[in-house]
């Protein structure tokens, strides 16, 4: 579990260098829909982070697109349980 614990630094070390990823990620999200004319939101900018990751580790062993891939894991599940959170509060129901 040595991985996870060098993936623990390195989130940290991103966070001090980028700041929050959450406002990141939804202003990515708001490029690549623009862009796109389409929906778009910060947990999907993750999905496409890993895939590209995953594209890379296919013919060789490289280690950082592992921990990318664990780090980019955690913030697609914050931003996806935000997105959701998100969602419940617009949907009022009727009394």
């Given at each position: 579990?040595?991985?996870l614990k060098e ?32 929906k778009v939101v ?18 060789t062993y490289i ?33």
């Amino acid at each position: 579990m040595e991985i996870l614990k060098e993936a623990e630094k390195i989130f940290k070390q991103r966070h001090n260098q980028y700041g929050d990823f959450v406002p990141r990620f939804k202003k990515t999200a708001a490029l690549y829909a623009a862009l796109l004319g389409i929906k778009v939101v910060g947990s999907t900018i993750c999905k496409l982070i890993i895939l590209e990751k995953l594209s890379r580790s296919g013919h060789t062993y490289i280690k950082d697109n592992w921990l990318d891939i664990i780090n980019y894991s955690l913030m697609g599940e914050i931003l996806q349980k935000l997105e959701d959170q998100e969602k419940k509060q617009k949907v009022q129901p009727i009394k």
